[in-house]
Structures are given as C-alpha cells and as structure tokens.
Nanobody
Framework: QVQLVESGGGLVQAGGSLRLSCAAS????????MGWFRQAPGKEREFVAA????????NYADSVKGRFTVSRVNAKNTVYLQTNSLKPEDTAVYYC?????????????????WGQGTQVTVSS
C-alpha cells in the first residue's frame, strides 16, 4: 500500500506560479513512476505529467509543455510539479499517482495509487 499526500495548491493570478509537492510513503518509492493529473469541475481527469524512477524520462501533456516541470527527490520520497505562466484554464484539482511499473504513460488506468488532490485556482 502506498499513501500520497499532495500540497502546494492555492489561488494565484494568471501568469503566476505554484510548486506542487507529493509526499509518498513506502520504501520502494525510488522504483515507481510518478504521475500528475488534474480534474476540473464537470470534466474528466486528464494527464499532466509523468516522471520515471530515475527522473531521466519525463512526459508532458501538450497543454502544459514549456510551462510545467516535473521532478523528484527519491531521498525525500517526494515528487514536484513546478507550474509557471498559469492560465485560468489550469484551474483544477491536481492529483499525484503511482505507477509501480516502468514507463511514463498518460492514461489514468496505468496508475494504481492516488492522492486526495490539491486545489489550484487561477484567476484572470
């Protein structure tokens, strides 16, 4: 069993930045692929970014490329999502997820464990 706790969300003006964090339990964190997803009201959960166990391979949704950066510190069991140049359409609950396998897929069903989410609201 893996537990995930996201933090760092909040209210920010368009053009601003937030750094989201996801702390994971479990001694094998360094072997997991980690993903970030988001869900806006009335919409399906969508892929944002993923990072493999070493941090050398990443994957981003087209809508966030060049603005968001995913990273991890295995010694701290933590994965981060740096969000820059935020837009109102980035408003959503952001979730981190664990994939106890290789690769950096973008489908929700490729991930096994999920956090409770952190709200990001971008005002215009």
């Amino acid at each position: 069993q893996v537990q995930l706790v996201e933090s760092g969300g909040g209210l920010v003006q368009a053009g601003g930045s937030l750094r989201l964090s996801c702390a994971a339990s479990g001694r094998t964190f360094s072997t997991y692929t980690m993903g970030w997803f988001r869900q806006a009201p009335g919409k399906e959960r969508e892929f944002v970014a993923a990072i493999n166990w070493s941090g050398l391979n990443t994957n981003y949704a087209d809508s966030v490329k060049g603005r968001f950066t995913v990273s991890r510190v295995n010694a701290k069991n933590t994965v981060y999502l740096q969000t820059n140049s935020l837009k109102p359409e980035d408003t959503a609950v952001y979730y981190c997820a664990v994939r106890p396998a290789s690769g950096t897929p973008s489908r929700t069903y490729d991930y096994t464990y999920w956090g409770q989410g952190t709200q990001v609201t971008v005002s215009s």
